[in-house]
């Protein structure tokens, strides 16, 4: 019997973010169970994919049984290829409890130490050091899964704090002893979606912060530009029911009791907003609809099992369950996404800065022509979109065989999930911009307030970032607000109802 899945996504982001991983006290029956099965199919002396053959296109290779730990040894060994950047270390907390959680179903014929191996790197934060690059997304995440084993055995390079280490060094600071691979073992870690999940699933936290940062920065600048009551009115979006009415819902919280509204409310000649103010709940909506496929699919994932082999009851089975296919395309989702938040952010800002559409002064500074303002700040989130644009291009369709055809259809999914960070850093600095130009133009209204959650975002934005008088360097406001949008601060202002 294979163990349930259990994790959500709650509780992964909270490991992420330092917490601990719990498996059911249980965990250990089936894994044992697996491992005995796993045991007695290779008493029979039948050839068995991974455990005493080759792999890939070398499965026809049998290997005799006193080099079958020297095959899961050199099996971690070669495919540890990576190259790039290393990845952050939230994300290697969440891939060391992917795989654990994986491992402990027990459908993966390996030993209870294995896992508790993953588990006790995970507890003492002796995080392996992964590069970013190299895997295809198909026969599991083997590159980056590759370094991750060479520290259980001893060996790669491992995060202790701030410094990189040796993996023995890294294992003997943490009290640690290496782990000796048994048959299937090496082959067991290094198969599986765990990566391109773990960063798909990294990309998904942050893509909901910033989604609900988006509808902030958004209803700021409808009270900045003196937008209408369309926004305040759940009639629209009732008629399209979609999760635009929850969008709806959150941006009339956030509006509500804005004393700049009141005094525009009679007497205004304008009949429409532009899109980028009218059109929020139908844009962000869609964009939540993405995020909310993109959730169901990647807490399946991080609940399977993704390695190869399968040991299910007597039966060793031979699949295709680390394709990462599904992750793949809930990557792709996601990029198209953040993309649009970005575009309609941008466009929001444009028209903030035009003094034609926002009756503000123009680029929202006084003595225009002796300062620019806003004006580069705008230019620098166009080009922000235009980056994100091209990063929106799908990878899930961009299969190249691997292995000398013997992997001849890939999924890309690694890389589908790691340009969503690129993405996502792209797209809080649009919205750190928009933010700014924002609380910019609110001050041309005072004394008249805003609403509450508004005022309360634009308390932020000057704690970190002052008025705009006269020009100066815009960076390191951008970056400071951009800091806050990362932190989550501008994402707690929203209150969500019911999906």
Same mark, same amino acid.
């Given at each position: 019997m294979i163990a349930p899945g259990f994790a959500t996504l709650p509780a992964l982001r909270a490991v992420m973010e330092g917490g601990p991983l719990a498996l059911p006290a249980d965990w250990r029956g089936p894994v044992e169970a697996s491992a005995a099965a796993l045991a007695a199919r290779m008493a029979t002396g039948e050839a068995i994919y991974g455990v005493n053959t080759g792999f890939g296109k070398l499965a026809g290779t049998r290997i005799p049984a006193e080099k079958l730990a020297q095959l899961q040894l050199n099996l971690v060994r070669s495919h540890a290829a990576g190259v790039g950047p290393l990845l952050p270390r939230p994300v290697v907390r969440l891939i060391l409890a992917l795989k654990a959680l994986s491992l402990a179903r027990g =459908?993966?014929?390996?030993? *209870?130490? /294995?896992?508790?191996?993953?588990?006790?790197?995970?507890?003492?934060?002796?995080?392996p050091a992964i590069p970013?690059?190299?895997?295809?997304?198909?026969?599991?995440?083997?590159?980056?899964?590759?370094?991750?084993?060479?520290?259980?055995? @001893?060996?790669?390079?491992? $995060? %202790?704090?701030?410094? &990189?280490?040796?993996?023995?060094?890294?294992?003997?600071?943490? @009290?640690?002893?290496?782990?000796?691979?048994? *048959?299937?073992?090496?082959?067991?870690?290094?198969?599986?979606?765990? %990566?391109?999940?773990?960063?798909?699933?990294?990309?998904? $936290?942050?893509?909901?912060?910033?989604?609900? /940062?988006?509808?902030?920065?958004?209803?700021?600048?409808?009270? =900045?530009?003196?937008?209408?009551d369309t926004l305040r009115c759940p009639h629209p979006c009732a008629a399209r029911p979609a999760r635009a009415?929850? %969008?709806a819902a959150a941006l009339r919280a956030l509006l509500a009791g804005s004393a700049i509204r009141d005094s525009h409310r009679d007497g205004d000649p304008r009949v429409q907003d532009p899109y980028s103010l009218r059109c929020q709940p139908q844009v962000a909506g869609a964009c939540l609809d993405l995020l909310g496929h993109a959730a169901q699919v990647l807490e399946r994932e991080a609940n399977? &099992?993704? +390695?190869?082999?399968?040991?299910? @009851?007597?039966?060793?089975?031979?699949?295709?369950?680390?394709?990462?296919?599904?992750?793949?395309?809930?990557?792709?989702?996601?990029?198209?996404?953040l993309a649009e938040l970005g575009a309609i952010a941008e466009r929001r800002i444009a028209l903030l800065v035009d003094p034609v559409l926002s009756g503000l002064p123009a680029f929202l500074v006084r003595d225009g022509g002796l300062n620019s303002g806003f004006m580069i700040a705008q230019v620098t989130a166009a080009a922000l979109v235009a980056e994100n644009r091209a990063l929106a291009a799908p990878r899930s369709t961009d299969s190249i065989p691997t292995s000398a055809n013997q992997e001849d259809h890939v999924s890309m999914a690694t890389g589908a999930a790691l340009r969503l960070h690129d993405m996502a850093e792209n797209l809080a600095a649009i919205l750190a911009i928009e933010l700014l130009a924002a609380a910019q133009g609110l001050e041309f209204h005072r004394p008249l307030q805003s609403a509450p959650p508004l005022e309360a975002a634009h @308390?932020? %934005?000057?704690? &970190?970032?002052?008025?705009?008088?006269? +020009?100066?360097?815009?960076?390191?406001?951008?970056a400071a607000v951009q800091a806050l949008v990362e932190r989550g601060r501008f994402a707690a202002l929203v209150a969500w109802g019911e999906a």
């Amino acid at each position: 019997m294979i163990a349930p899945g259990f994790a959500t996504l709650p509780a992964l982001r909270a490991v992420m973010e330092g917490g601990p991983l719990a498996l059911p006290a249980d965990w250990r029956g089936p894994v044992e169970a697996s491992a005995a099965a796993l045991a007695a199919r290779m008493a029979t002396g039948e050839a068995i994919y991974g455990v005493n053959t080759g792999f890939g296109k070398l499965a026809g290779t049998r290997i005799p049984a006193e080099k079958l730990a020297q095959l899961q040894l050199n099996l971690v060994r070669s495919h540890a290829a990576g190259v790039g950047p290393l990845l952050p270390r939230p994300v290697v907390r969440l891939i060391l409890a992917l795989k654990a959680l994986s491992l402990a179903r027990g =459908a993966s014929g390996v030993a *209870p130490a /294995t896992v508790e191996a993953l588990l006790a790197l995970l507890a003492a934060d002796v995080l392996p050091a992964i590069p970013a690059r190299g895997s295809v997304g198909a026969s599991g995440d083997l590159a980056p899964l590759a370094h991750l084993a060479l520290v259980l055995i @001893g060996e790669g390079e491992a $995060f %202790v704090g701030e410094a &990189v280490l040796p993996g023995a060094e890294a294992l003997a600071r943490a @009290g640690l002893a290496p782990l000796a691979l048994g *048959p299937k073992e090496g082959l067991a870690l290094l198969n599986g979606t765990q %990566v391109s999940t773990a960063l798909a699933l990294a990309a998904l $936290f942050a893509a909901e912060d910033l989604l609900a /940062t988006s509808l902030v920065a958004g209803a700021l600048s409808v009270d =900045a530009a003196r937008g209408s009551d369309t926004l305040r009115c759940p009639h629209p979006c009732a008629a399209r029911p979609a999760r635009a009415d929850r %969008v709806a819902a959150a941006l009339r919280a956030l509006l509500a009791g804005s004393a700049i509204r009141d005094s525009h409310r009679d007497g205004d000649p304008r009949v429409q907003d532009p899109y980028s103010l009218r059109c929020q709940p139908q844009v962000a909506g869609a964009c939540l609809d993405l995020l909310g496929h993109a959730a169901q699919v990647l807490e399946r994932e991080a609940n399977a &099992v993704t +390695d190869n082999p399968l040991v299910i @009851g007597a039966e060793v089975l031979s699949g295709g369950n680390f394709h990462a296919e599904p992750v793949a395309f809930a990557a792709d989702a996601m990029a198209l996404a953040l993309a649009e938040l970005g575009a309609i952010a941008e466009r929001r800002i444009a028209l903030l800065v035009d003094p034609v559409l926002s009756g503000l002064p123009a680029f929202l500074v006084r003595d225009g022509g002796l300062n620019s303002g806003f004006m580069i700040a705008q230019v620098t989130a166009a080009a922000l979109v235009a980056e994100n644009r091209a990063l929106a291009a799908p990878r899930s369709t961009d299969s190249i065989p691997t292995s000398a055809n013997q992997e001849d259809h890939v999924s890309m999914a690694t890389g589908a999930a790691l340009r969503l960070h690129d993405m996502a850093e792209n797209l809080a600095a649009i919205l750190a911009i928009e933010l700014l130009a924002a609380a910019q133009g609110l001050e041309f209204h005072r004394p008249l307030q805003s609403a509450p959650p508004l005022e309360a975002a634009h @308390g932020l %934005v000057r704690g &970190v970032a002052a008025a705009w008088d006269a +020009d100066r360097a815009m960076a390191p406001d951008i970056a400071a607000v951009q800091a806050l949008v990362e932190r989550g601060r501008f994402a707690a202002l929203v209150a969500w109802g019911e999906a």
